[in-house]
């Protein structure tokens, strides 16, 4: 029994001093005093030795159980110490290494553009109404003084979702949502997507207009006129615009805004105006009686103005096709990424 105490005792200490982490020392720990662990197996022999003796070998056995686990103990300390270190250098971090390079998202273009007016409208007092895309004939149409026999409506391309509903055609819709809600002063702009159905480099079925509306007792054309030299000076700079008399079924009079070509300057051969000197950028004009009557608001006139917000960051950013607005390009898309708004 002794021999075999001994046996077992020797070749645990040189497992012992052969472990290299602290797995090892547990997994030796385990095998020799577990529960039925090799000591266990070895003192399970107690029984056949004498009385006599008993003591005495049983004194053996302890010692050597103290001697392993103390060498299980220092062992261990020196395993762990290894472990963290194995750790520490696998986890090193390099702060010499270059910085990987970010991706940072931004603002497309269209959003950049649309909060750009918005926010000059904001400085003039307008505020911001919605309507929904999915509109009613009525609101898009009849409403807006285009009855069902109208040839204006054939202007509009109009995508057709379920009888008396449209993908609305322009954001004019939002006026007589807004006329009947509110009570005057209205002073409001309404940005959205609107859909047509057509497609070419100045064409997309799904664009964004943005629209201006104030009405309140006594506004006058020349209003209109301000409001206009104001939003077209902050966007373009100092530019001349004049009003060119048009016909829109919900305005009267209505016009349409050209501002002096900002790239020739009116002079030459010049791709942007087409050697017009002149580009169109808005329609507008005096809100007509129809629409204030049918609202049931009276003695009150108002102005009323859309525009294209495709067509207006074309413009300012030169951008000649409509398609790479909705394109997700990265390499059109990163023109504008560190512009503001
Ligand atoms: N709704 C017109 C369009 O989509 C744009 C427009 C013209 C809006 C004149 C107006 C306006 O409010 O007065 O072509």
């Known amino acids: ?138 609101f898009n149409f009849e409403a807006v003084n285009i009855p069902a026999d109208h040839p204006a409506r054939q202007m509009h391309d109009t995508f057709f979702i379920k009888p008396g509903h449209v993908l609305r055609t322009h954001t004019s819709s939002v006026q007589m949502r807004v006329l009947r809600e509110k009570k005057p002063p209205i002073r409001i702009f309404a940005a959205g997507a609107v859909y047509r159905c057509e497609a070419d480099a100045t064409h997309s079925p799904l664009f964004h207009q943005i629209e201006g509306l104030f009405v309140d007792k006594g506004v006058r054309m020349s209003d209109l006129k301000g409001v206009l030299g104001e939003l077209l000076s902050e966007l373009f700079g100092t530019v001349k615009f004049r009003m060119r008399p048009s016909y829109f079924p919900f305005v009267e009079p209505g016009a349409e805004v050209d501002i002096e070509c900002f790239k020739c300057r009116g002079v030459g051969h010049c791709q942007l105006c087409r050697s017009s000197g002149w580009i169109e950028v808005l329609g507008c004009g005096m809100v007509h009686p129809f629409l204030l009557t049918s609202a049931g608001v009276t003695d009150v006139t108002g102005f009323a103005l859309g525009l294209g917000v495709e067509r207006m960051a074309m413009l300012l950013h030169e951008v000649n096709d409509i398609r790479h607005m909705f394109q997700g390009d990265m390499r059109f898309l990163q023109l504008f990424r560190f512009r503001g708004y």
């Not at 696998?90 to 273009?109: F, K, M, N, Q, W």
């Open 1 to 138: 029994m002794r021999d075999k105490l001994e046996a077992l005792g020797n070749q645990t200490l040189i497992d012992i001093e052969a472990a290299m982490d602290a797995a090892a020392i547990e997994q030796i720990r385990l095998r020799v005093f577990g529960k039925k662990g090799a000591l266990s197996e070895v003192l399970k022999g107690l029984g056949q030795v004498s009385a006599l003796e008993r003591p005495q070998i049983g004194a053996f056995a302890n010692t050597w159980k103290e001697r392993l686990e103390e060498g299980l103990a220092s062992r261990g300390q020196i395993c762990e110490e290894r472990d963290l270190d194995k750790r520490l250098a696998a986890e090193a971090v390099d702060v010499t290494a270059p910085a990987r390079r970010l991706h940072p998202g931004s603002l497309h273009i269209l959003t950049q553009t649309t909060r750009r007016i918005a926010a000059i409208l904001g400085r003039l007092g307008f505020e911001s109404a919605s309507g929904p895309e999915i509109e009613t004939e009525y």
